[in-house]
Nanobody, 123 residues
Framework: QVQLVERGGGLVQTGGSLRLSCAAS????????MAWFRQAPGKEREFVAA????????YYADSVKGRFTISRDNTKNTMYLQMNSLKPEDTAVYYC????????????????WGQGTQVTVSS
């Protein structure tokens, strides 16, 4: 079993930056494809970014490409999301997710989920 815990959310002004982290328990983190999703109030959960188990493949949603960077450190069982040039439309609860399957944008693929961390970008 894998438990995921997100940290790093908060309130930031437009144009600011935040770095989210997702720490994993268990011994299989290095074998998991990992991803970030987000859900804004009244909206469906949407894909943000994903990284393969080795960190060699990365996918981004068009809305965050060039502003957000996903990374992972398998020695620390931790994944990160560096968010720069934040916009009010980035406001959402951000979730990390993982699965033994290959990297994908489909949230139905991921079996392991964190509890989420709130990111609020003020205008």
């Amino acid at each position: 079993q894998v438990q995921l815990v997100e940290r790093g959310g908060g309130l930031v002004q437009t144009g600011g930056s935040l770095r989210l982290s997702c720490a994993a328990s268990g011994r299989i983190f290095s074998t998991l494809a990992m991803a970030w999703f987000r859900q804004a109030p009244g909206k469906e959960r949407e894909f943000v970014a994903a990284v393969s188990w080795a960190g060699t493949s990365k996918y981004y949603a068009d809305s965050v490409k060039g502003r957000f960077t996903i990374s992972r450190d398998n020695t620390k069982n931790t994944m990160y999301l560096q968010m720069n040039s934040l916009k009010p439309e980035d406001t959402a609860v951000y979730y990390c997710a993982g699965d033994l399957s290959r990297i994908t944008r489909d949230d139905h693929t991921y079996n392991y989920w964190g509890q989420g961390t709130q990111v609020t970008v003020s205008s």
